[in-house]
């Protein structure tokens, strides 16, 4: 499979006249709850030549391509993605930190990866994941037939939140991680394990009866959440002249050509 995303993704450099410099996997293959048929989330950074951003134009800044075998491509302009950062955008910052890369071109995501420490804004970022966990919840964990796919997309932000609260750091993108260092230890753990097995042996729709313990544990963290961040105040944005340097290098270093 990764020869043929590798070969996707070079079809689409010829075919946009690209250069992508970052390609990774986001979704539920990094996050490690993948079922046996999930699709495969390929994200990507790429920048265009000079001339391109040299004109009173605007341009679409994002390419998508959904390809048989579940294969879902999706990119970002470095441009757009700069911008992003630069507000300290979770699933950007998601996909820098993503376990299975697929390519690396140049210095530009590990630029990115040294400067988001100074980006980072853990209140932007609880907000993002806490709307998430709020949304999947009303949604889909109020039936009498629950899909455990559903379940992780509550809890995995829910979790992603007390790290951040607790750390003061961007949450890591491997579920296994989040579960062992931040879900507190007993039933609870016990719950969530044999979910998780259900999930990775299960079809992509696969669902169970509501697990009311787990849907009350989330329930209160939501709430908690919520009143904590209606409290916390968060410090300014650094000078966004290091990501202007940045980008003017990417667009001028032929090497990236």
Same mark, same amino acid.
């Given at each position: ?64 391509? @959904? ?39 140049? /210095? ?41 796919? *559903? ?10 939140? @007390? ?6 750091? @961007?949450? /890591? ?25 259900? *999930? ?49 290098? @990417? ?7």
């Amino acid at each position: 499979m990764n020869e043929r995303i590798l070969h996707a993704l070079h079809q689409l450099e010829e075919q946009e006249n690209i250069k992508i410099v970052y390609a990774l996997e986001s979704g539920s293959r990094a996050w490690g709850f993948a079922s046996p048929n999930s699709d495969w989330d390929v994200r990507f950074l790429y920048i265009r030549p000079e001339d391109w951003y040299l004109s009173i134009d605007e341009k679409r800044d994002v390419i998508e391509r @959904m390809l048989p075998g579940d294969l879902d491509l999706a990119g970002w302009d470095i441009k757009k993605a700069l911008k992003l950062f630069r507000k300290s955008n979770p699933p950007l910052l998601e996909w820098l930190r993503s376990p299975l890369i697929y390519l690396e071109y140049g /210095p530009t995501a590990q630029h990115m990866r040294v400067l988001s420490e100074a980006f980072f804004n853990p209140k932007s970022c609880m907000y993002h994941y806490l709307s998430m966990a709020r949304g999947n919840f009303k949604a889909y964990l109020n039936r009498e037939q629950v899909s455990w796919k *559903k379940y992780f997309y509550v809890l995995r932000p829910i979790l992603a939140c @007390m790290w951040t609260k607790e750390k003061g750091t @961007m949450a /890591p993108i491997e579920f296994d991680i989040l579960r062992w260092e931040i879900l507190p230890e007993g039933y609870l753990q016990e719950i969530v394990g044999e979910l998780l097995r259900k *999930k990775i042996s299960s079809q992509e729709l696969a669902e169970g009866p509501q697990i009311p313990e787990l849907n009350q544990f989330l329930e209160e963290k939501i709430e908690e959440m919520t009143l904590w961040l209606s409290t916390y105040t968060f410090k300014s944005y650094p000078d966004t002249a290091q990501l202007d340097q940045l980008f003017r290098k @990417m667009v001028r270093e032929q090497a990236y050509w």
